[in-house]
Structures are given as C-alpha cells and as structure tokens.
C-alpha cells in the first residue's frame, strides 16, 4: 500500500513539473532565438545587401555596383571606380548623381542596425508580454531596405534631366530592383546579395521566434 501511494505521488509530481520544465526549456530557447537574430543582423554589416551589374557597349565586362547598409563601391578590383564610371554614363541620359541618393538612409543605417541588434538581444531577457514588438524593426527590415531602394530607383528613373544629350532618346523609366532591365544600349542585371538574405534570415528566425513566443503564451494560460 505504502509503495503504491509513493509511485502515485511521484507520477503526479511528474506530470506537474513537466509542462513547468518544458515552459523553462521554450524560454531559453526564445532568448537563443532572439539572440541568432541579432548576431545575424550585425554580422550582416560587412556584406552588400544589394548589386547591380551594367552591361555596356564600351564595358564588355559590365560595370558592378554593390549597396552595403551606409556605403556604395564597385566590386574588389581597386583599378576602376566603377561606382563613377556608373554614374558618368548615367549623367548622359539624364539621371541625378548616384552619391546624392538615400544621404539620410546611408547616414542613420549603421546606428540603426547596431540599436535594433540591441533591441532583440533587450527582447530575449525581457519576460513582458509585449517584448515582441522590440523585433519588429528588425523583422521588416529587410522589406523596408528593398521598398526604400526601389522608391529611389524610381525617383531617378522617373525625374530624368531634359537637357542631358540623350535626353530625347530615353524616356522616364523605373529601373528594375530585381531582374533585368533595357535602357537604351545599356542593359542591367539587379540582385540582392549576401548581406540582404542574411537579414532576410534574421526575419525568419524572430518569426519562428514569435510562434514560439505564442506557443509559450498558450501553455501558461492553460496551465
């Protein structure tokens, strides 16, 4: 009878620390989740987020252009400023210089990136229950990034000087953010790069995140 009435104690001491436990192990996985997503986020400052390769007449090797998170450069080779050369060719047909366009996006995206890193790293120890809405810059950011790029795109493509010397051969046009694109002779190739799918990847980790954030919500509401 004794033994009996310990197992019975002990199966029911069991089946109520369990679901504690495994609430415990859900949180310390939340912070790891949230803590992955910061360190992708930072990590993703060295790498373009975005290029653009020009394929001209003149330049049979194309011209490169790749868009960090504040700066602009052509690709490794120090020989030719391919950002320039870029930007005489596009003088021709009209479009403002590449060095005035997004000045207060290139100036406030590195501190932005370093406090939305801060942002998730606060969200994985704080246990509120509106700490998720810390990730949400850095969930759209990668969305954002895009929208910005393309609305200036297509400011630059759609506001074209008509007094450029070939300004009677191009009309207003929106340059493609993705894909390729036909601009007089000129042809380019646009694609994100390492940078962006790593902060794509930031994205998916604090939506998994979240779920998790949601599944631990739902357990302690039952419990």
Known sequence: MTTDYMTQNQEISTKQSSPSAKTSQSKL?????????????LGSIPFPYWGLILEAPQYPDGLEMRVFVN??????DPTLDEVSEID??????????????????RAIALPAVIIMAILLAVAAFWRKRY??????????????????????????GQNLDPYAPLSSAIAPFTPPVLG???????????????GWYMVLGTSVVIAIAWVLQWW????NQGS
Not at 36 to 41: E, F, K, M, S, T
Not at 95 to 105: D, G, H, P, R, V
Not at 139 to 151: A, Q, S
């Open 29 to 41: 996985l939340l912070s790891a989740l949230y803590l992955i997503a910061a360190g992708l986020l």
């Open 71 to 76: 700066e602009m450069t052509g690709d490794e």
């Open 88 to 105: 005489g060719l596009n003088h021709y047909i009209g479009m403002q210089s590449l060095y005035n366009a997004a000045k207060i996006e």
């Open 131 to 156: 700490a998720w809405l810390l990730a949400l810059p850095a969930f759209t950011f990668p969305f954002v990034f895009l929208t910005d790029l393309g609305l200036w795109m297509r400011h630059y």
């Open 180 to 194: 390729e694109g036909v601009i007089g002779q000129f042809k380019t190739v646009s694609y994100v790069n390492t």
């Open 216 to 219: 631990v919500s739902r357990q």
